[in-house]
């Protein structure tokens, strides 16, 4: 990309404004720590500027979302608790995402409000986690979920299919606890 | 039965024309994998709808605020990355422009370290053995040789002479009722570094040589460098009485 400098960053400041909420969101989902996420999203900002120059000017969005993924995984996934990556030998790796209940998800759901979503979420492990919100939330490919994430396309696959499983039962709490859902009901 | 990750692959749109077409075909006749398709589509439009989206109007304003202080780096880097080349030449140019224009008037300039470094390597002179004259004798007859004026009580006790810069030297290490001093005679008028001048003597320079006073007096087209362990005042008293003939 050929740029005067002052053209470079108004055009960088334009596309990183637009994806910004993404970016943000994205090191929030994934640090769960309004600090970190901040932190994150500034460095990855900072990082992208510095090289926008070899920016190969494709998809801006997936571009920034690799930067931040690759920031997290490198400083900060260390210092974060919670679910981490499971095995998919695990039992039920792969299991249905539809519940034993005769009720559609649609109407199980509907009155889920976003706290809840993402209470829900922040309960998948980590790697099933990011390949959802880079999927569900952000609405990448899989290839470029695979280029973001740097590994296959075969694994962008199953940890979707697992990490929307695991995120369907964390979900089935709040419709047993709104009633929707009888304890026990799915299993 | 379909593969659990093909029907999540189905729902996200990564599959083929063919292979969704016999995705369909199977659906048709399996409600089980339907409803499977339709939590898939539910989960989705879900996470797509109610995510919640951060505030992050401050957090952009805190990175443009950053990438403003980046550019402002980058800025002044590159002022004084372009600049480098240019300030280095001044001062090279400074240093050569110092180096031959820096002397104090047409007087020649010696630094304190030549001063040291020459006056160290001064040969002494030996009288001459020919017609058997006592060295005291020669060397009074040195001194008033040298000297137009000179105290009645200043002894010459020895005489040493060489080439500092291209200008003749010699030093008298002489005696008076003080004690010793030391006379040098350069036959040019020159400043010496690290002098200043006299207070009520304007003709006379003071400082310090090896860290024993010092008074320097021009005369004519050469200089008095006379050095003692005394006070400037002592040792102008002496400048003043010694005249080089």
Known sequence: ?187 | MIDREKLHAYVDGELSTDEVLAIRAQLKSSPEEAREVEAIQTLKSLLKAKAEVPEFKQPWKDCVKRLDELDKAKRVESVVGRLAPFMCAALFVGIILVGKFGHHGDRGFVSGPDVSRIFGRLSTVHPPQVDGMKRERWLHSRIVDSFSSTPDHLSLRAEKSGVMQGMPITDFSARDEHGDLEIYVIKQAVTLEGTKPMDNYPDLMVGSFNGVNCVVRPQGDSTILIVAARTYVDLAKVAGQVTIR
């Not at chain 1, 996420?37 to 990082?47: C, G, H, K, N, S």
């Not at chain 1, 039920?92 to 409000?113: C, H, K, Q």
């Open chain 1, 1 to 187: 990309m050929l740029f005067g400098k002052r053209d470079l960053r108004e055009s960088f400041e334009r596309q990183a404004e637009k994806v910004f909420p993404s970016v943000l969101g994205t090191a929030l989902r994934l640090t769960r720590s309004r600090e970190d996420a901040e932190d994150l999203a500034q460095e990855a900002i900072v990082r992208a500027y510095d090289a926008y120059g070899r920016f190969d000017g494709t998809n801006f969005k997936a571009w920034m979302l690799r930067i931040v993924t690759n920031l997290y995984i490198n400083k900060y996934r260390q210092r974060q608790r919670g679910p981490q990556l499971g095995s998919l030998e695990d039992e039920g790796a792969i299991e249905p995402v539809s519940a034993a209940t005769e009720l559609p998800d649609r109407l199980l759901f509907d009155n889920a409000v976003g706290s809840e979503i993402e209470t829900a979420l922040a309960m998948v492990p980590e790697d099933f986690r990011m390949a959802v919100i880079l999927s569900d939330i952000e609405g990448l490919s899989y290839q470029e979920i695979a280029d973001v994430t740097d590994v296959p396309i075969g694994t962008v696959r199953s940890r979707l299919a697992r990490g929307r499983s695991i995120l369907r039962r964390a979900l089935e709490g709040y419709a047993i606890k709104e009633g929707y859902l009888k304890q026990g009901a799915d299993e």
